[in-house]
C-alpha cells in the first residue's frame, strides 16, 4: 500500500527524487543550464498538485522559498 500525501513540500521533494532518476540532466548539450529537467518536473507536478495556473505556482514559490532549497 503507498503512503499518500498532502504536504506540498514531501509531495515535490518525491517528485523531485522520481524525476532525477528518470529524466536527463539536461535536454541539450547546449542549453542554457539554469535548471534540471528533474526541478522543472517537479514544478510542474506542483502545479497540478495544488491545482494552480503558471503565475499561481510562480507565486507560491516566491513566497514560499523552503520549497526552492
Known sequence: MSKMTKSPIDFTRTALK???KQVPQY?????PH????????AV???KDFMKLDYRGI???LRE???LTK
Open 18 to 20: 522520481i524525476a532525477a
Open 58 to 60: 510562480i507565486d507560491v
Open 27 to 31: 535536454s541539450h548539450l547546449n542549453s
Open 44 to 46: 510542474l507536478a506542483l
Open 64 to 66: 514560499w522559498p523552503k
Open 34 to 41: 539554469k535548471f534540471t529537467q528533474a526541478q522543472l518536473f
